[in-house]
């Protein structure tokens, strides 16, 4: 099947930068959508931003100025890089794919998180 397998969060101070990553791998025979999500405790799942194959991007408000979200197509690897943190940027990030397999069926799958802590 498929895997996404998400790294680079961590421990940060207020204004400082963390570049996540994510890896999808498996049978994929083609990936059209790629974006990120964040969950912070006690609230639900938002998103943060998306990019499809052929680059073209969405932001939330929360996002614009500050994040940058990217691929490599030929990895199948989606990036994003954060910088300026706030502490409310605190959450779990989770990376999420649509992708289309190698026996056809297009499925939406979901990293298993990565946490992003942004100390005041």
């Known amino acids: 099947q498929v895997q996404l397998v998400e790294s680079g969060g961590g421990l940060v101070q207020a204004g400082g930068s963390l570049r996540l990553s994510c890896a999808a791998s498996?049978?994929?025979?083609?990936?059209?959508?790629m974006g990120w999500y964040r969950q912070a405790p006690g609230k639900q799942r938002e998103l943060v931003a998306t990019?499809?194959?052929?680059?073209?991007?969405n932001y939330a408000d929360s996002a614009k100025g500050r994040f940058t979200i990217s691929r490599d197509n030929a990895k199948n690897t989606v990036y994003l890089q954060m910088n300026s943190l706030k502490p409310e940027d605190t959450a779990v990030f989770y990376c999420?794919?649509?992708?289309?397999?190698?026996?056809?069926?297009?499925?939406?799958?979901w990293g298993q998180g990565t946490q992003v802590t942004v100390s005041s």
């Open positions: 498996g049978s994929i025979f083609s990936i059209n959508y």
């Open positions: 999420n794919a649509f992708i289309r397999l190698t026996s056809g069926l297009v499925r939406d799958y």
């Open positions: 990019i499809t194959s052929g680059g073209f991007t």
